[in-house]
């Protein structure tokens, strides 16, 4: 299985980007999807994932109400829509996949993404 993200870039405060992260692999509409995110001086953390089924998804409460996640099963595609960026939110995000359960640790996740990093300026 492999995961390549794209869609990241420089953007002012305020502003939106749309994360996409395409998924090779037979059983990706199986898999709980997710976002996360990582600065220099923080730990890899969650920012969004979303189960198999598309209808539950779950965020952390920094991008409540301005991140959106999304995914098209016929695509193998996982979407993170960023509206109203912050400065806080500059950091490399990652899309990984979790094969069997529903987890926020980035120690239950199986298979990464290369990263694609976000930049907001103020």
């Known amino acids: 299985v492999q995961l390549q993200a794209c869609g990241g870039g420089l953007v002012q405060a305020g502003g939106s980007l749309r994360l996409s992260c395409a998924v090779s692999?037979?059983?990706?509409?199986?898999?709980?999807m997710a976002w996360f995110r990582q600065t220099p001086r923080k730990e890899r953390e969650l920012v969004a994932r979303?189960?198999?089924?598309?209808?539950?998804?779950d965020y952390a409460d920094s991008v409540k109400g301005r991140f959106t996640i999304s995914r098209d099963n016929a695509k193998s595609t996982v979407y993170l829509q960023m509206n109203s960026l912050k400065p806080e939110d500059t950091a490399v995000h990652y899309c990984?996949?979790?094969?069997?359960?529903?987890?926020?640790?980035?120690?239950?996740?199986?298979?990464w993404g290369q990263g694609t990093l976000v930049t907001v300026s103020s």
């Open positions: 990984a996949a979790d094969r069997t359960g529903w987890s926020t640790t980035i120690y239950d996740y199986d298979f």
């Open positions: 692999g037979r059983t990706f509409s199986s898999y709980t």
């Open positions: 979303i189960r198999w089924s598309g209808g539950i998804t």
